[in-house]
C-alpha cells in the first residue's frame, strides 16, 4: 500500500506547498509593506490634533479644590472596590474596619493585626494621608500586607474619602 512513490508523492506535496506558501507570503509583504525603506518605520495614516498648550504634561488639582467637589454619594460607589476586605460596621475582615477612619491614628483599630508598614504614611488618617495612599498602597507604603493596586482617578479618591468622613466613627 505505502510504496516509495507514495511517499515521494506525499513529501513532494507537502513541500510544493509550503513552498507556495512562503511565495504567496513574498508577494503579500512586497505589496502591502508600510515600512519605508531600509528598515525604518513610517506612519501609514496620521491624525492631526490640535495642540491645547499642556505638552503632554498631566494637569494637577489643588487637594482642596478635588475635596470641595467630592460626592460621597459616587464614593460610595467606589467603597465596591474596597468591601472585599474591609467592612464599615465596626467589624474587622480580611482588613481593618473602615468607619470613623478618617482623622483615626494609623494602626489603631483594636483585634488588627497590622504588618507595621503603614507607621510610614504618618500619624493620622488625614484626607490627604489617604489620598497619597489610596492612590497606591504598595508605594506609599512599602511592605504593607494590603494587595490592592490603588484607585488612579483623583476624583474616585476624594468621592471615597468624602463616604468614609460621611460614616463617622
Known amino acids: 500500500m505505502f510504496d516509495t512513490m507514495t511517499l515521494t508523492k506525499v513529501v513532494g506535496g507537502v513541500c510544493g506547498a509550503f513552498l507556495i506558501y512562503l511565495l504567496g507570503s513574498w508577494v503579500g509583504e512586497s505589496l502591502y509593506h508600510v515600512g519605508g525603506s ?11 490634533v490640535a495642540d491645547n498648550g499642556g505638552g503632554g504634561e498631566e494637569q494637577t488639582v489643588d487637594f482642596a479644590t478635588l475635596m470641595a467637589s467630592a460626592d460621597a454619594g459616587q464614593g460610595e460607589k467606589v467603597f465596591g472596590k474596597c468591601r472585599a476586605c474591609h467592612k464599615v460596621d465596626g467589624t474587622n475582615a480580611t482588613g481593618p474596619h473602615l468607619d470613623g477612619v478618617v482623622g483615626r491614628n494609623i494602626d489603631s483599630v483594636d483585634g488588627f493585626s497590622y504588618s507595621g508598614a503603614l507607621e510610614q504614611v504618618g500619624e493620622v488618617w488625614t484626607p490627604e494621608n489617604l489620598f497619597h495612599f489610596l492612590e497606591n498602597p504598595k508605594g506609599a507604603a512599602p511592605g504593607t500586607a494590603m494587595s490592592f493596586a490603588g484607585l488612579k482617578k483623583p476624583e474616585d479618591r476624594v468621592n471615597l474619602i468624602a463616604y468614609l468622613d460621611s460614616l463617622g466613627g
Open 38 to 48: 531600509h528598515g525604518e518605520e513610517t506612519a501609514s495614516y496620521v491624525i492631526e
